[in-house]
């Protein structure tokens, strides 16, 4: 968020480019396979090791050559690691994970569902652009093509959601709605031995700090600790100490349940 906020452009996760950790290309910052989901060292070292000796040519070629783990294909595929590797989009690729796995252990078999004499997978649609930004938080924990929250409002308006820039201006003791991706939720001891959550809501314009007392906490605290990575609709009350700005929440949901609901 902080590269974007100073014009620098993010480049995703590619697994002919990007390395153990983010590196600049031309004034941009290209996102590191470490950050993908699932992925440990063993699978990273092999990446690279492969990839040194030779380029990959094609999807088969990084499955064979690379020797990754199901469930890290899985995830470098959804989350657009191998956009480059030929000319399938996402949905043909994640379908052909156990076909290519398959051929690697195996080899090619009688009752495999295509001819393994050429790379060629069946017509399927891709996945929509929200599934893409949503499986992209999820696997990466950013969204490196375009913030999620661009996204919504450009597609569904959003209009009683406050921007993290709109909520600013708002005068203290007022309810407000703001949407975003949650970053870094933590609780802190406290000399009460009451559960109090900090997190900030981030959005394509910035951030906001949220304060989650206990009360509050017991009700929603399964989506902020639950392990989804989700656009969040905090609503809340906004609190000013100084300079600083924070909303103090009463309720949280999933931005698509707020959407499907309102």
Request: charge should be positive; hydrophobic fraction near 40%; aromatic fraction near 10%.
């Amino acid at each position: 968020m902080e590269l974007r906020k100073r014009g620098v452009a993010v480049l995703p996760a590619e697994v002919n480019k990007s390395g153990a950790d983010f590196s600049v290309e031309q004034g941009a910052v290209r996102v590191s396979l470490g950050m993908v989901k699932n992925m440990n060292q063993e699978d990273l070292v092999g990446i690279l090791a492969a990839r040194k000796a030779k380029r990959f040519s094609s999807f088969r070629d990084f499955v064979r050559r690379s020797g990754v783990k199901k469930d890290v294909l899985e995830s470098l595929v959804l989350c657009g690691a191998c956009d480059d590797l030929g000319n399938y989009n996402r949905r043909q690729l994640y379908w052909a994970i156990p076909c290519e796995l398959h051929y690697r252990e195996r080899g090619a078999g009688p009752n495999l569902a295509f001819s393994f004499e050429e790379e060629r997978y069946p017509e399927l649609p891709d996945y929509p652009e929200e599934e893409k930004l949503r499986l992209e938080y999820e696997i990466l924990g950013i969204t490196p093509r375009r913030h999620f929250m661009a996204f919504w409002r450009e597609r569904y308006g959003l209009s009683r959601i406050l921007t993290s820039r709109e909520a600013l201006v708002v005068p203290a003791g007022e309810t407000v709605r703001i949407g975003g991706l949650v970053v870094r939720p933590h609780r802190p001891p406290t000399k009460s031995g009451k559960i109090v959550v900090f997190l900030s809501l981030e959005d394509e314009f910035g951030l906001v700090d949220v304060n989650i007392f206990q009360d509050v906490y017991q009700k929603y605290g399964g989506l902020i600790f639950g392990g989804k990575r989700v656009p969040m609709v905090v609503t809340g009350k906004i609190q000013r100490r100084g300079q600083g700005m924070s909303v103090t929440a009463w309720k949280l949901e999933e931005l698509k349940c707020y959407f499907d609901r309102n």
